[in-house]
């Protein structure tokens, strides 16, 4: 339907009526890998919070504890951490900016598993397509084991997501 005036082809100006169709989201899978294992790892930070080692630490989670809550009212010593140091001062930050419970940091712990599970999900979507990304999203947003890991104070958590 061009025109051609002088050599020159002349396209119908669009008329009000012309309606584009939106274009179709991108890939929203990954909202729900993420909705699906927060959610998981909530549910299980709710049952968890009746039993015995969830406001007094145990093994490692205590030494975690203990050298954050040191850091946060002593500042960095001349001792040596026996443990990993990110962990430590990430427990400590959240303690600072929450407060120093043990129930924020197992909260902002299910964002950042939930976040690695994203992160799996796209990774299986990138190299072996969509479906296996999603599947491999949901199993990792389910898989008991890394649920219990990432919500236990433990640095497990950052260790995925470094990972991921």
């Given at each position: 339907?061009?025109?051609?005036?002088?050599?020159?082809?002349?396209?119908?100006?669009?008329?009000?009526?012309?309606?584009?169709?939106?274009?179709?989201?991108?890939?929203?899978?990954?909202?729900?890998?993420?909705?699906?294992?927060?959610?998981?790892?909530?549910?299980?930070?709710?049952?968890?919070?009746?039993?015995?080692?969830?406001?007094?630490?145990?093994?490692?989670?205590?030494?975690?504890?203990?050298?954050?809550?040191?850091?946060?009212?002593?500042?960095?010593?001349?001792?040596?951490?026996?443990?990993?140091?990110?962990?430590?001062?990430?427990?400590?930050?959240?303690?600072?900016?929450?407060?120093?419970?043990?129930?924020?940091?197992?909260?902002?712990?299910?964002?950042?598993?939930?976040a690695s599970c994203v992160m799996v999900q796209r990774l299986g979507a990138r190299l072996a397509g969509?479906?296996?990304?999603?599947?491999?999203?949901?199993?990792?947003?389910?898989?008991?084991?890394?649920?219990?890991?990432?919500?236990?104070?433990?640095?497990?958590?950052?260790?995925?997501?470094?990972?991921?």
């Open positions: 339907m061009s025109r051609k005036k002088n050599g020159i082809n002349q396209s119908p100006a669009p008329s009000a009526k012309t309606v584009r169709k939106p274009t179709p989201p991108r890939d929203w899978w990954w909202l729900a890998v993420f909705a699906a294992a927060f959610a998981a790892r909530l549910i299980f930070v709710w049952h968890s919070r009746r039993l015995p080692f969830f406001f007094s630490p145990i093994i490692d989670a205590n030494g975690y504890d203990w050298r954050a809550a040191e850091l946060l009212t002593t500042g960095i010593s001349d001792r040596t951490f026996e443990q990993a140091p990110l962990y430590t001062v990430f427990l400590a930050a959240n303690y600072f900016l929450f407060g120093q419970g043990h129930l924020a940091p197992r909260i902002v712990q299910c964002l950042m598993g939930a969509r479906n296996a990304g999603v599947i491999a999203g949901f199993a990792a947003a389910l898989y008991g084991p890394l649920v219990f890991y990432e919500t236990d104070l433990l640095r497990e958590v950052l260790e995925a997501v470094r990972a991921a």
